[in-house]
T-cell receptor, first 116, second 114 residues
Framework: DAGVIQSPRHEVTEMGQEVTLRCKPI?????LFWYRQTMMRGLELLIY????????DSGMPEDRFSAKMPNASFSTLKIQPSEPRDSAVYFC??????????????FGEGSWLTVV | AQSVTQLGSHVSVSEGALVLLRCNYS??????LFWYVQYPNQGLQLLLK??????LVKGINGFEAEFKKSETSFHLTKPSAHMSDAAEYFC????????????FGTGTRLQVFP
């Protein structure tokens, strides 16, 4: 079975450019997460969707970041304009959500972003 | 709010030695606890989890962890380290009623020496 699929795997961009990261969750999963991983801050939850609706975006760093989930099989994380401090690995993850579930959250292999 | 603390950002062991990675949690309600492993340049993979029931949980690759409510701990162990265990390990917590929002610890990098 295909896992969580992210693209691009690697991106190098210049400061000020727009960056769009893409994610396809596991089929049948109804919750999707975007995490950011850096050496300094570790793994941070940026935003969390349930049934395509953003539930918690308190981790989104600032207005330059936006995320969408137009349907159950696709999500984007956009950074505009990008800055060097946005350089990080961005992970998308998904799970089957339900009350009391404690279900496993599955991670993609990450998008490695470098802003120069 | 829930949180986890991983004691020791780096742990080094010899091949064949016991592996012990420490995790303490903070939660005002019963927690669900997870250990994930991250190999270099890869995403995170679930090792094991505790939700309810037996407090000693066995996972993949010979790892296990024990939920100890009195100590608010969920330490990860493996009796005999293998070179392939070298990776970063993350403890994470969610709670009943908020079971989808994983809060991660800062990670522990495990090195295994021959």
């Amino acid at each position: 079975d295909a896992g969580v699929i992210q693209s691009p795997r690697h991106e190098v961009t210049e400061m000020g450019q727009e960056v769009t990261l893409r994610c396809k969750p596991i089929s049948g999963h109804n919750s999707l997460f975007w995490y950011r991983q850096t050496m300094m801050r570790g793994l941070e939850l940026l935003i969390y969707f349930n049934n395509n609706v953003p539930i918690d975006d308190s981790g989104m760093p600032e207005d330059r970041f936006s995320a969408k989930m137009p349907n159950a099989s696709f999500s984007t994380l956009k950074i505009q304009p990008s800055e060097p401090r946005d350089s990080a690995v961005y992970f998308c993850a998904s799970t089957i959500s339900g009350p009391n579930s404690g279900n496993t959250i599955y991670f993609g292999e990450g998008s490695w972003l470098t802003v120069v | 709010a829930q949180s986890v603390t991983q004691l020791g950002s780096h742990v080094s062991v010899s091949e064949g030695a016991l592996v012990l990675l420490r995790c303490n949690y903070s939660s005002s309600v019963p927690p669900y606890l997870f250990w994930y492993v991250q190999y270099p340049n890869q995403g995170l993979q679930l090792l094991l989890k505790y939700t309810t029931g037996a407090t000693l949980v066995k996972g993949i690759n010979g790892f296990e962890a024990e939920f100890k409510k009195s100590e608010t701990s969920f330490h990860l162990t493996k009796p005999s380290a293998h070179m392939s265990d070298a990776a970063e390990y993350f403890c994470a917590v969610t709670t009943l009623g908020n079971t989808d929002k994983l809060i991660f610890g800062t990670g522990t990098r495990l090195q295994v020496f021959p």
